[in-house]
């Protein structure tokens, strides 16, 4: 399992880095184009749109595997220890079921797109452009599941502890 998550992580990183160095040689080569020949690729800018989509959902992932997502933190230091834990526990059970049905409903736009046969540009379906929307959802919502199963252990091993201490 452990050689499986890797490969994951080398995946997202490569792919992180292969979409911001083609996203930079993309824009760059339309911009000189444009300025220097009155000329540009029709393609290029609903590309990098996409791009952009995909660049930030699989960021969302790599954010969410290091614990740098975006948080709302308004009450942590209003609890102990041992209820911060149990907190997180549930913020990580909302979290996860919150992006497991974005995902769920993602992969019913991907269904429908395909059935439809929706073309996005030169060609392309639109549903092998917009699959990151459920990918990467469903993989944020699990890392969201296991960090709240990560933190109910935490406080259970701490309640047994402070359970042993009374006795």
Known sequence: MQAW????????????????????????????????????????DPLLRVMVLWLGLIGATVATRYDKHIRIDLLTQAFSRSAHRLVQFFVGQFSAWICLLIAWYGAGWIRLDIEDGMIAFAGIPAWTLEIIVPISFALIGIRFFLKSIFWLNLYIRHVKVATRRNR
């Open 5 to 44: 998550i890797k490969q994951l992580h080398r995946v997202e990183d490569a792919l992180l880095v292969l979409l911001l160095s083609m996203m930079i040689l993309l824009a760059s080569m339309q911009i000189l184009l444009r300025n220097l020949f009155e000329f540009g690729f029709i393609w290029v």
